[in-house]
T-cell receptor, first 111, second 113 residues
């Protein structure tokens, strides 16, 4: 699985959009980009995933660059409850493989 | 929305004792995982389970660990003789089919004294 690089920490004002970047320059053609988050010590929570097209769901949007070497997770209106560690993970879509977690980005949403 | 549930939420055990952590995956899911997270560290893969057998295990998952799906709903992790370094959060995860996301429980905090 390709490695990912994320900033260690970010801040965001409540109500503003939080844009979390992820670099995955060695991603392969059959690898999806997955985003999870972990609030305090709870279990990782699935947010969104995509292959090459931009994706949106009720939680977030995922923007993947055309060359697929990087992506951005967007939380359109961050709330205090979005304070968490966000993990960007690349994973082969047809594989039953485990998720390999890095250290993620610690997002702090402030009032 | 269906959830992965784990019990107990906190388990305190004496070193050397056996412990069983329990998970109820989402009902129609076919693939099952255990992960652990030592305080302040990354989430680490332990083992994956499909079709009633282990499909992959990490170096951490040594002979002291075992997994079982004793019936159609439960998925358990057993540690035979616990060590201090087994103290961690243990997360169960499941997913429906290849290409679908894994969904995690809220974990069991295991404290070894």
């Amino acid at each position: 699985d390709a490695k990912t690089t994320q900033p260690t920490s970010m801040d965001c004002a409540e109500g503003r959009a939080a844009n979390l970047p992820c670099n995955h320059s060695t991603i392969s053609g059959n690898e999806y980009v997955y985003w999870y988050r972990q609030i305090h010590s709870q279990g990782p929570q699935y947010i969104i995933h995509g292959l090459k097209n931009n994706e949106t769901n009720e939680m977030a949007s995922l923007i993947i660059t055309e060359d697929r070497k990087s992506s951005t997770l967007i939380l359109p209106h961050a709330t205090l409850r979005d304070t968490a560690v966000y993990y960007c993970i690349v994973r082969v879509s047809y594989n039953t493989d485990k998720l390999i977690f890095g250290t993620g980005t610690r997002l702090q949403v402030f009032p | 929305e269906p959830e992965v549930t784990q019990t107990p939420s906190h388990q305190v055990t004496q070193m050397g004792q056996e412990v069983i952590l329990r998970c109820v995956p989402i009902s129609n899911h076919l693939y099952f995982y255990w992960y652990r997270q030592i305080l302040g560290q990354k989430v680490e893969f332990l083992v994956s389970f499909y079709n009633n057998e282990i499909s992959e295990k990490s170096e951490i998952f040594d002979d002291q660990f075992s997994v079982e799906r004793p019936d159609g709903s439960n998925f358990t992790l057993k540690i035979r003789s616990t060590k201090l370094e087994d103290s961690a959060m243990y997360f169960c995860a499941s997913y429906l089919a290849v290409g679908k996301p894994q969904h995690f429980g809220d974990g069991t905090r295991l404290s070894i004294l």
